[in-house]
């Protein structure tokens, strides 16, 4: 114990002059394997500084050993003494440092006198380069048959520790972990070693989140998520389920500068060991509770410093950036409770990737504003809008798409609509910007019509005038019925949002080109538009009206056009009885199955459609026709459920056969219905929907269910057999165990 305080303590000198004067009086080649030793146990506690002086005594040491007594082991050392110099040099000074190192080991080696230079060196320096971002070195691999000794790097493999791991044989696979890393670190295998302890940091969080209920390990916890850290993989920690109860259980304030200080003692590897970090404060993000409001706020700060970061060694620091801001996004998408604590951090990041990077880090970063914006005080909202309004005005023509796009879906949020209602000055310079981006872009030319339906001509009359827009309007309509563009859809729902603009001609031109869409489906190249197509069907059949009053068509032209429309229709869901591919969607290589969204959601439009036109019997039998077949029965079921009115009578034909997603998402809309029925209508249709729910049940939609039931003093034996399997369900289910049990109490007769 005091050899290795002595020899692990201290400045360099002092280190080498500790142990030489503890291995005074031994042979050289036992001190030289001694610091050897204290270099591998340095390293193994990520202490690259004291491990190369170490190694670089090791060295001083061999040269003294006798050449003719030693000579195969002291060759046998010289080269993993070279091989640990460079691990070494690699975590301090970076990848390109220790591939010059690398290099001439491997090309004065050859397997008569040095075997180990060939054979484990040249791992590691095909790694080196990929990392620097070489496009091409000098390779010197032998095609040599390897044996399975102990002094190749190769021999330890990390197969037999990752299944003792999966089988959750934890104690197990990280001796073996530990075993095998401590080899590798010896041999100086640095991509090896970086491996093991990414797959070794993530078993200690699969074994600590096996055992959370029995024990609490803080330090067992940090000393995985180190060796996460030190493996460099970000790739490995989005792999692991990390769970709400273990963030809560060991992340706290103290764990972030735990962190940085990981990432710090290894500068040459600063910029991957980042790159984890970032992905853990991402994924922890996910599952953290919503009330550490507190530690939230420290981990999105270290996220946005991350985005604004200058630079990191041996990297481009803009992947880092660009990952950071993604991760915000992803953060402010999936955690709207975290959205307000940024605040003026959002604008600072905004202007430091403005000023420093291109088009596509702009683009991610407007991106990520627009999540946050909305709940972003208004001072900041605006100050955000502003910044983005200038960008815009120093945009060329034909700009980047991505930043147009990202600008204009930011500009359109509801939070500038608000400001812009009370501030004259800024819904000016919005409303500019807006036409500024739809003109800057043939792609925008759609959104263009969308912004003309509610703002004054007279404010951008300098930038499109009545030729310009109807040039425009054209050109939509050209898009609108050309049937082999993915965008079809897109352009025919413009023509119909805006028809004062589009006006008689172009509402026309919309309507035969989505007759045209949806008759392609009977042909064997269905339009790639299909998928979107429901989209302009659904808003004909919402405001058909307001687009006959807008355009100055006549309405039985109108109408008997929008007839013609249902044997197309009709014709659709006949082809995809037979044909469900066609709801696909386009794919290479093709898809064997429909996309039960783009299903459900024509469902939605043709029953939406057959109410407006209040002529549903054709277009219903075609629908029971397409649900025959069982590849589209459920999203047809969904959706029909869903579209059932809240007054309506319930058909016990129809509820006692609904598949489990049909029940639950139509469970809403009947119990609005039973809330406005008769106590005695009301306890017969709470009763039906009840016996579905024991069959198809336990979810927590149950609940409003069941407190409706015990209301209406509805009551059911416990002996029947829907129900007593109900009631043991509800006993496995650990989540809903304690929330539904008391209401399910209640309905039973023995209750």
Not at 23 to 40: M, N, R, V
Not at 117 to 126: C, K, M, P, R, W
Not at 151 to 176: E, M, P, W
Not at 671 to 682: F, H, P, R, Y
Request: aromatic fraction near 6%.
């Amino acid at each position: 114990m005091r050899l290795s305080a002595a020899c692990t303590d201290g400045t360099d000198l002092d280190i080498i002059e500790n142990l030489n004067k503890a291995t005074e009086g031994c042979a050289p080649i036992l001190q030289t394997l001694i610091a050897k030793h204290f270099g591998d146990l340095c390293g193994d506690q990520d202490n690259w500084r004291i491990a190369l002086a170490h190694y670089e005594t090791a060295r001083t040491f061999l040269k003294q050993a006798d050449a003719t007594v030693w000579r195969e082991a002291a060759s046998a050392l010289l080269s993993m003494l070279a091989q640990s110099i460079a691990m070494a040099t690699w975590h301090l000074e970076g990848a390109e440092k220790a591939s010059q190192m690398l290099e001439p080991l491997a090309a004065r080696g050859n397997l008569k006198s040095t075997p180990l230079s060939i054979l484990n060196a040249n791992f590691d320096i095909l790694n080196a380069h990929s990392t620097t971002g070489a496009t091409s070195s000098q390779w010197f691999e032998r095609r040599v048959a390897s044996l399975e000794t102990p002094q190749l790097i190769s021999s330890y493999k990390i197969g037999s520790a990752l299944t003792l791991s999966d089988a959750k044989r934890f104690q197990d696979a990280h001796r073996l972990f530990w075993a095998i890393l401590r080899r590798q670190i010896g041999l100086g295998g640095t991509a090896a070693s970086k491996l093991t302890k990414s797959q070794y940091g993530r078993s200690i969080i699969a074994g600590l989140e096996a055992t959370i209920d029995r024990q609490r390990r803080r330090e067992a916890f940090m000393l995985g998520v180190r060796l996460l850290i030190e493996g460099g993989r970000a790739e490995v920690v989005e792999e692991i389920f990390w769970t709400e109860r273990a963030i809560e259980t060991y992340i706290d304030k103290t764990t972030l500068p735990r962190l940085e200080h990981i990432v710090k003692r290894a500068p040459g590897m600063q910029a991957e060991r980042t790159m984890v970090v970032a992905t853990l404060l991402r994924e922890w993000l996910k599952v953290l509770p919503s009330d550490a409001i507190d530690l939230a706020q420290n981990i999105l700060l270290s996220l946005a410093r991350l985005a604004q970061a200058d630079s990191f060694a041996g990297c481009c620091n803009i992947e880092i950036i660009d990952f950071a801001i993604k991760a915000l996004k992803e953060i402010g998408s999936q955690r709207p409770e975290f959205r307000r604590i940024l605040g003026v951090d959002l604008t600072q990041i905004l202007d430091s990737v403005i000023e420093r990077w291109g088009p596509l880090p702009i683009a991610n970063a407007i991106e990520m504003v627009s999540v946050f914006v909305e709940s972003s005080p208004p001072e900041i909202a605006e100050r955000l809008g502003l910044k983005v309004i200038g960008l815009v005005e120093k945009l060329p023509n034909n700009a980047f798409w991505p930043i147009v796009r990202a600008a204009s879906d930011l500009l359109r949020v509801d939070t500038f609509t608000r400001i812009a209602a009370n501030n004259e000055h800024f819904k000016r310079l919005r409303t500019r910007a807006l036409v500024r981006l739809a003109l800057n872009s043939q792609s925008e030319h759609t959104s263009l019509m969308y912004l003309l339906r509610t703002i004054d001509p007279a404010a951008i009359e300098d930038q499109i005038d009545a030729h310009g827009l109807n040039s425009i309007v054209n050109d939509i309509k050209n898009h609108a019925v050309d049937i082999s563009s993915n965008t079809m859809a897109a352009y025919i729902h413009a023509l119909l949002v805006a028809p004062k603009i589009s006006g008689r001609q172009g509402v026309m031109t919309a309507l035969v080109g989505l007759r045209a869409l949806i008759d392609s489906t009977t042909s064997q190249r269905p339009s790639p538009a299909l998928a979107n197509g429901y989209e302009p069907l659904l808003l004909l059949a919402r405001e058909g009206d307001k687009i006959v009053t807008e355009s100055g068509l006549d309405a039985n032209e109108f109408r008997n056009t929008l007839l013609d429309l249902v044997n197309s229709i009709v014709n659709l869901w006949r082809t995809a009885a037979n044909r469900p591919l066609i709801f696909a969607g386009f794919s290479i290589p093709p898809k064997t199955s429909p996309n039960k969204n783009i299903v459900h959601n024509w469902t939605f439009a043709t029953l939406e459609f057959a109410r407006y036109l209040n002529i549903p019997t054709g277009l219903v039998q075609a629908l029971d026709e397409a649900a025959q077949n069982d590849l589209l029965a459920d999203p047809i079921a969904v959706a029909r459920a869903i579209q059932t009115e809240a007054s309506d009578a319930l058909d016990p034909k129809i509820v006692n056969y609904e598949k489990a997603d049909a029940f639950y998402a139509a469970l809403g809309q009947r119990l609005i219905g039973i809330n406005n029925q008769t106590d005695t209508e009301a306890i017969v249709n709470a009763q039906l929907l009840l016996n579905r729910c024991f069959q198809v049940g336990p979810r927590g939609e149950d609940a409003a269910l069941l407190l409706i039931a015990n209301q209406l003093s509805i009551r059911f034996l416990p002996e029947s057999a829907d129900v007593a399997n109900y009631v043991a369900k509800v006993r496995r289910h650990p989540q809903l165990r304690l929330s539904l049990t008391p209401l399910v109490q209640r309905v039973l007769e023995c209750g």
